[in-house]
């Protein structure tokens, strides 16, 4: 059974970083794509950052662009998202997704951590 | 970026058949995605590719469309069924999502 285990999210000061953690589980890690995205309170979708299964090549929306890493540790089967120069507007909940490489979709989703950007 | 238009609210009863519309500012061949997410929980993928359904997802549920116009069908509609229902483009860069449409059954 897949499963995706977010972890790292909390309030955090504006200007300030935070770290999240995704654990995948019941697939081969290394073989896939993943991404984090992102849902703000009673607001929609939206897609943050992806990386491909070797790590060698990332991918980032504008907003995010500079602030924001996201790396892997295949060894581990953990997916990371770096923020940095948090922003208020960056509150919302974070899912951590395994990307199917041939549609661009998501195909399994964590259960989202909360990230709260506040002063 | 390629922005998804979805109707915000629909409401049908149990048994009936509905369908939820998307439609994209500029064409995405066959991109497009469903997701299902309930109240508290992540979202799911219901069909993807337009047409294609996801693994363990009930025969009700089908996708069509192409090019800008997509559909979702859900037929017969169950109680268990109540949810957002968002639409997803990775065509274009961005991938974008459209803003949900909630199925209420009455």
């Known amino acids: 059974e897949v499963q995706l285990v977010e972890s790292g999210g909390g309030l955090v000061q504006p200007g300030r970083s935070l770290k999240l953690s995704c654990a995948a589980s019941g697939f081969t890690f290394s073989n896939y794509y993943m991404a984090w995205v992102r849902q703000a309170p009673t607001k929609g979708l939206e897609w943050v950052a992806s990386i491909t299964n070797s790590g060698g090549s990332t991918y980032y929306r504008d907003s995010v662009k500079g602030r924001f890493t996201i790396s892997r540790d295949n060894a581990k089967s953990t997916l990371y998202l770096q923020m940095d120069s948090l922003r208020s507007e960056d509150t919302a909940t974070y899912y951590c997704?395994?990307?199917?490489?041939?549609?661009?979709?998501?195909?399994?989703w964590g259960q989202g951590v909360m990230v709260t950007v506040s002063s | 970026d390629t922005v998804l238009t979805q109707s915000p609210a629909l409401a049908v009863s149990p048994g009936e058949r509905v369908s939820i519309s998307c439609r994209a500012s500029e064409g995405v061949n066959s991109y497009m995605h469903w997701y299902q997410q309930k109240p508290g929980q992540q979202p799911k993928l219901l069909i993807y590719k337009a047409s294609n359904l996801a693994s363990g997802v009930p025969a009700r549920f089908s996708g069509s469309g192409s090019g800008t116009d997509f559909t979702l069908t859900i037929d017969p509609v169950e109680a268990d069924d109540t949810a957002t229902y968002f639409c997803q483009q990775s065509w274009n860069d961005p991938y974008t999502f459209g803003a949900g449409t909630k199925l209420e059954l009455k």
């Open positions: 997704t395994r990307r199917v490489y041939y549609g661009y979709y998501f195909d399994y």
